[in-house]
């Protein structure tokens, strides 16, 4: 079953020199049981289609398209109904742990309010219920009576996602869920998230810069540049062998330990990822590609067919050449 | 077998290094609240370098690696005398620094520092011409090389990259993106000719597909201008990238340090296999991990520091060996196991050289096969 459905999303937000685009067309699935990895630099508009997703975005915002959450549009629902709709049918795992919870509010009683505000249970019940979270993501149920200052990182962001699954959403979005988290803390968290998604079913979209940890929690990935998809497939392959020049510069920022391709040859792109009110023409990426041709400054390509289960947005791939060196 | 020799801080090596550390300790004294200090307890003490030796030689990229809190960055500002260490000394070219004035000053021209945000390192109502220029003014430098100030500025703005130099001289930070402000940033140490580079993070805190051309204008000026270079890193896969040595720290001592296909192909210390299992890639969720966080250090155990957690005293191969007691009660330096590649751990040590750990994280298979 299809738990989330975006169709040609288009996100401009409001400034004072008129709508900048965002996000520019588009489409995703996810199915139950299924984790969508989302990779791109700042500014290629991953988080704000988290933010589309659960109608977050700032007022003024031009919205265009289609999200659908379990076949409803999220885009035409009425406040009330949204309000209901998030949480208990899709909940987010912020960034930086450290900010998103209430200094001065036990754990239990932040994790027990959003249970109780969405009508599931009441207060007593809620608490059960909290305990039952705490051990569900590692942490012991007398935790509960702790403050965030009381926990450590790794603590905190694992209450983090015991929230995110306090009213048994059907969608969990991770955005940048391990970023602030140190390596060691950071594997213990994507090894628990990975066990809770299996464990429960639940269709995930997990974003993040860091291709690597895409690699290891999800099944497939899609990879953005200036708010627009230029690869998805299998992550394994993807990663592995990619089909847009793009995606081969970004995996080849995380060398692999051991690997003697990579030994004291740093390899990056020159220039920087554009602006998003000054979008190259044609392929977005041509500036920067290093196999750009003469008609990418004036062809915006489509997502082509590139093997089983993979697109990738480049006129090469059209035309049959192999990008990987 | 021979009783290995132990690290005594000095090396084979005939060259004096540019930057040697002696037995360095650096602490942090907790506060005491009123009524703790009536009742008669001292305020802890976090010992977050706790007794370190390394030497970085002319031309040299060394990384430092470790979790958050293992002291890495704390050795860094230590060694540019942003820190006072405790005890211990730190010697530029042979020569100790001391607390002279006159030295430090020298010192601190000739080595320079990268810090991991450039946007918080540059002053943001500073022209770049000024960020960089700043740096000879305050050492006094009008001329060198025959250039007067504007020339100097031109020619170390060139060097990191930003070309034509000119065109840079009148923006601000915010008009650049973050690749150009490290690059920036980095123009700020070459203007000074520096010896050494200490770099805290030179590329987390840059996009994924700027870090490349940053790491390599760093090679690049090793190469060019000798100048040695300290990098203080988590990321394992930059070590492997750019490092000539890896030193790997843990609870304010370095636990292993060797050349970096050795320390990162074939580690001894269970600490580095750790560290090494947990660097994300296909399929790494189901490798074994350390439990627990990263450790206090103003409660280091006794023994060996890494005992408690680590995973050799858990599975009984270090009791196995023989060792286990020796891991719990016996505090160890580092021990040279093969040529250039030391590690403070008895279970390495009783093994010996002979009998080699595979290595965790074998090459991925080639693109294409």
């Known amino acids: ?325 | 077998m021979s009783e290995p020799a132990t690290w005594s801080g000095t090396s084979k090596e005939t060259a004096t290094p540019v930057v040697e550390v002696r037995d360095l300790h650096v602490s942090f004294q907790g506060r005491v609240g009123i009524g703790a200090g009536l009742a008669g307890r001292s305020a802890t003490v976090a010992r977050a370098v706790d007794g370190v030796n390394l030497q970085l030689h002319q031309g040299e990229v060394l990384a430092l690696a470790g979790e958050s809190g293992c002291g890495k960055t704390t050795l860094a500002r230590t060694i540019m005398g942003l820190e006072r260490p405790k005890e211990g000394e730190i010697l530029f070219e042979g020569v100790s620094l001391g607390t002279s004035t006159k030295i430090l000053r020298e010192y601190r021209r000739r080595v320079q520092i990268v810090f991991q945000d450039p946007t918080a390192a540059l002053n943001p109502r500073q022209t770049i011409y000024e960020s960089v220029a700043e740096a000879l003014r305050i050492h006094g430098i009008t001329r060198q090389d025959g250039m007067p100030e504007e020339e100097l500025v031109a020619r170390a703005l060139a060097r990191s990259g930003l070309r034509p130099p000119e065109r840079f001289f009148l923006l601000y930070p915010h008009e650049l993106s973050g690749g150009q402000r490290q690059r920036v940033v980095i123009a700020g140490c070459l203007v000074l000719e520096p010896e050494v580079i200490v770099a805290d993070e030179p590329v987390s805190s840059l996009d994924a597909s700027v870090r490349g051309e940053i790491l390599k204008l760093l090679l690049g000026l090793r190469d060019d201008f000798g100048i040695a270079m300290l990098v203080v890193t988590h990321d394992l896969g930059l070590a492997w990238t750019i490092a000539d040595r890896v030193a790997v720290m843990y609870l304010g001592r370095i636990v292993e340090i060797g050349p970096t296909e050795e320390v990162l192909t074939r580690p001894f210390h269970p600490y580095t296999q750790a560290l090494l299992q947990v660097v994300p890639e296909a399929g790494g969720l189901s490798r074994p991990q350390l439990t627990g966080e990263a450790p206090d250090p103003t409660r280091i155990p006794e023994g060996c520091r890494f005992h408690p957690r680590c995973p050799q005293v858990v599975s009984g191969e270090a009791s196995a060996a023989g060792v286990e007691d020796r891991c719990r009660g016996e505090d160890l330096a580092l021990i040279e196991l093969q040529p250039g590649h030391f590690a403070a751990c008895h279970l390495a040590a009783a093994r010996g050289t002979g009998t080699l750990s595979p290595s965790p994280n074998p090459p991925r298979p080639a693109e294409g096969t």
């Open chain 1, 1 to 325: 079953m299809t738990v989330l459905s975006v169709r040609d999303l288009e996100v401009a937000y409001k400034t004072q020199v008129g709508p900048i685009p965002a996000v520019r067309g588009v489409s995703l699935d996810i199915e139950s049981g299924e984790v969508l990895g989302l990779a791109g630099e700042s500014g290629c508009g991953k988080s704000t289609i988290v933010n589309a997703i659960l109608r977050l975005l700032p007022a003024g915002t031009q919205v265009s398209g289609e999200v659908l959450l379990n076949g409803e549009d999220v885009l035409a629902m009425k406040p009330g109904r949204m309000r209901a709709v998030r949480w208990t049918q899709a909940s987010v795992i912020f960034q930086g742990a450290m900010h998103a919870l209430n200094p001065v509010q036990r754990i239990g009683d932040q994790l027990a309010e959003a249970i109780v505000i969405h009508g599931q249970a009441d207060e007593r019940e809620a608490m059960v219920r909290v305990g039952a979270l705490l051990e569900q993501v590692g942490l012991p149920p007398r935790r509960l009576r702790d403050y965030p200052h009381e926990l450590s990182g790794g603590q905190k962001q694992r209450v983090m996602i015991a929230m995110a699954l306090a009213c048994s959403p059907s969608l969990v979005i991770a955005d940048e869920p391990t970023t602030a988290l140190d390596v060691m803390v950071q594997a213990q968290v994507l090894r628990l998230l990975n066990e809770l998604q299996r464990e429960l079913g639940l269709a995930m979209l997990f974003i993040t810069h860091d291709l690597s940890v895409l690699v290891e929690v999800c099944d497939r990935l899609a990879i953005m540049y200036a708010g627009k998809i230029v690869e998805e497939g299998p992550s394994q392959e993807v990663f592995g062998r990619p089909a847009h020049p793009y995606t081969a510069a970004l995996a080849a920022a995380f060398p692999a330990v051991g690997d003697p391709r990579f030994r004291r040859k740093p390899s990056g792109l020159g220039g920087d990822p554009p602006q998003p009110d000054a979008v190259p023409s044609g392929c977005s990426f041509h500036p920067r590609c290093p196999v750009a041709f003469e008609p990418c400054p004036d062809t915006d390509p489509d997502l082509y067919p590139a093997g089983k289960g993979r697109r990738a947005a480049c006129l090469l791939v059209r035309d049959g050449v192999e990008v990987t060196s």
